[in-house]
């Protein structure tokens, strides 16, 4: 018999077969339609595919769905609230931080969970925190800028 796995996805709880070798990547890209989060190198190195689990922002192809049982998950899709850009988000957005997009969520997804950690981050902060997700279109100025933006305000 199939063991399931419970964990709260963007806010509700939500339940599925534990497949041998799925990482939470893949099962939020195949079981529940979570595009966003993005496969980028399938190493963990480049930052596309980061989510939230637990308060801690984490590479999720390198989570396995085992590990991911009891958890909070939060994906790029689960930090606009009816319709309304996270501050984040409309950060990147107003400071057009992106270009071809693709490393985007995870982008925004790492900066959300430095600035939960820290909200009063300091550019060098950012920088440093920010310095393992890449973005190969070259928006690291801007990517920076919006995320100075958030930094010490009440947004987060």
Known sequence: MAKNIQFELNGKKVELPLEKGQTLLWALRTNFNLTGTKYGCGEGYCGACTVIMDGEAVRSCGIAMEDVS??????????AVNGKL?????AFVDHDALQCGFCTPGMIMNAYGLLLKNPLLTREQIIEGMEDNFCRCGAHKR??????SVAGTSKV
Do not use: N, Y
Not at 86 to 90: I, K, S
């Open 143 to 148: 990517i920076i800028e919006a995320i100075e």
């Open 86 to 90: 996270h501050p984040v988000q409309q």
């Open 70 to 79: 009891g958890k909070k998950i939060t994906t790029i899709e689960g930090l």
